[in-house]
């Protein structure tokens, strides 16, 4: 089955610093792929997307380039705020409807 | 408005009480999931439902079970519920097959 694994928290970072969480995945077929981002208390929100090889997603300083032939989505950001502190999920959804989610990294920046 | 929610957002309850949690989603999506999230932040998908098929993940008891009155809504309800229920629950819902979901807010379940 689909599977997306995520580098294991926490990561922690001080202002300004750059930023990589590294997301791997396995899938049949030609997935979208998704990072979302939950702030402490709320719901998930969905930060960037891409749906095909090569595609860069992009939002809020943050990017994620589709690499099919690594099977990887690595989330970056040249300089972090505080107030980027938050949990980021790495995401894909198949043709079979279902979105899978990785575990989760936790980004905490400090000023 | 809100794209997602639910209700109600924090849920207190004794063991061996059946409780229900709604969702409604005002986007006209066509497909409604529930995951649930532990303490650790695990996200695990519990069911994905349009109005042509449920589609449920095997690893759910089956005191858990999806209810949709109709296509804006997918309420979940759980009966005799067990400690190890509690958690974060959030209903999410999207419209083209590989597009991302919106997600409500979430609900924390606590059982005591």
């Excluded at chain 1, 198949?94 to 980004?107: E, I, K, W, Y």
């Excluded at chain 2, 949690?21 to 995951?35: A, P, R, S, V």
């Excluded at chain 2, 309420?75 to 999410?92: K, R």
Aim: hydrophobic residues 35%; neutral net charge; charged residues 20%.
């Amino acid at each position: 089955g689909d599977s997306v694994t995520q580098m294991e928290g926490p990561v922690t970072l001080s202002e300004e610093a750059f930023l990589t969480i590294n997301c791997t995945y396995t899938a049949t077929g030609y997935p979208s792929l998704f990072w979302y981002v939950q702030y402490p208390g709320e719901g998930l929100q969905l930060l960037l997307k891409a749906t095909k090889a090569d595609d860069k997603g992009s939002n809020k300083g943050f990017e994620a380039t589709y690499r099919k032939e690594t099977t990887s989505f690595h989330l970056e950001k040249g300089s972090v705020q505080v107030s980027d502190s938050a949990v980021y999920f790495c995401a894909l959804r198949d043709a079979g409807n279902m979105l899978t989610f990785g575990g989760g990294t936790r980004l905490m920046v400090k000023p | 408005d809100t794209a997602v929610s639910q209700t109600p957002k924090y849920l207190v309850t004794q063991m061996g009480n059946d409780k229900s949690i709604k969702c409604e989603q005002n986007l006209g999506h066509d497909t409604m999931y529930w995951y649930k999230q532990d303490s650790k932040k695990f996200l695990k998908i519990m069911f994905s439902y349009n109005n042509k098929e449920l589609i449920i993940n095997e690893t759910v008891p089956n005191r858990f079970s999806p209810k949709s009155p109709d296509k804006a809504h997918l309420n979940l309800h759980i009966n005799s519920l067990e400690l190890g229920d509690s958690a974060v629950y959030f209903c999410a819902s999207s419209q083209e097959r590989l597009a991302g979901a919106f997600f409500g807010q979430g609900t924390r379940l606590t059982v005591v």
